[in-house]
């Protein structure tokens, strides 16, 4: 199993990036497919996640309406659409399957990729 996350780097403030998360999962569409971060000296927090069942989403409020999450099943493919970036939104962007999940809590997902890191300068 491997979630290969890309599509970090530097953007300034304002600025739009979007991520992409290529899994090697079996039957993928019944994996919930969350993104995560990881700021420097701070804990893993929940970003955005589209669930496996229909594809409903949930979103950290912090980034709520500034951020699309978006999957394809076809192609075993999440990404995350990120716009009016903030630099406190600088962090290492991880995404993250869980089968068959309901949760946002980083705890229950099985796999994750190796992250991609985000910086967002002022």
């Known amino acids: 199993v491997q979630l290969q996350a890309s599509g970090g780097g530097l953007v300034q403030a304002g600025g739009l990036l979007k991520l992409s998360c290529a899994a090697s999962l079996r039957t993928f569409s019944r994996y919930t497919m969350g993104w995560f971060r990881q700021a420097l000296g701070k804990e893993r927090e929940f970003v955005a996640t589209t669930f496996w069942t229909g594809g ?6 912090s980034v709520k309406g500034r951020f699309t999450i978006s999957r394809d099943n076809a192609k075993n493919m999440v990404y995350l659409q990120m716009s009016s970036l903030k630099p406190e939104d600088t962090a290492v962007y991880y995404c993250g399957a ?9 705890r229950t997902y099985n796999y994750w990729g190796q992250g991609t890191l985000v910086t967002v300068s002022s």
């Open 98 to 106: 869980d089968w068959m999940g309901l949760s946002v809590s980083p």
């Open 56 to 61: 409903s989403t949930d979103y950290a409020d």
